[in-house]
């Protein structure tokens, strides 16, 4: 098993910054990838950023592209995801997962076999 812990979210103004984290704890050598995924209230799920790995490949949703980083620390076994230029719309709870697979896209949210309890983010106008 798998246990993700997210923190860093909270509120801020539109145009500013923040940073999430995830740390992992458990078989984490079973990973191969971890992602942040989001969702609103009454909506679903939304792919935001993943990373492999071995840092190889990233993926983003093109609605964060050019605005959030997705990095990870594998001495801390953490996934760090910096969030800029913010707008309203960002608004949601951010969830840290992880999946195992190697042959299926990360920027799935279907992929993710772990996950966290989230961390609201809310971003004001």
């Known amino acids: 098993q798998v246990q993700l812990v997210e923190s860093g979210g909270g509120l801020v103004q539109a145009g500013g910054s923040l940073r999430l984290s995830c740390a992992a704890s458990?078989?984490?050598?079973?990973?191969?990838?971890v992602g942040w995924v989001r969702q609103v209230p009454g909506k679903e799920r939304e792919f935001v950023a993943a990373?492999?790995?071995?840092?190889?490949?990233?993926y983003y949703a093109e609605s964060v592209k050019g605005r959030f980083t997705i990095s990870r620390d594998n001495a801390k076994n953490t996934v760090y995801l910096q969030m800029g230029s913010l707008k309203p719309e960002d608004t949601a709870v951010y969830y840290c997962?992880?999946?195992?697979?190697?042959?299926?896209?990360?920027?799935?949210?279907?992929?993710?076999?772990?996950w966290g309890h989230g961390t609201q983010v809310t971003v004001s106008s």
């Open positions: 997962a992880a999946g195992v697979s190697r042959i299926h896209s990360p920027s799935m949210v279907a992929y993710y076999d772990y």
């Open positions: 990373i492999s790995r071995n840092d190889v490949l990233k």
């Open positions: 458990g078989r984490t050598v079973s990973i191969y990838a």
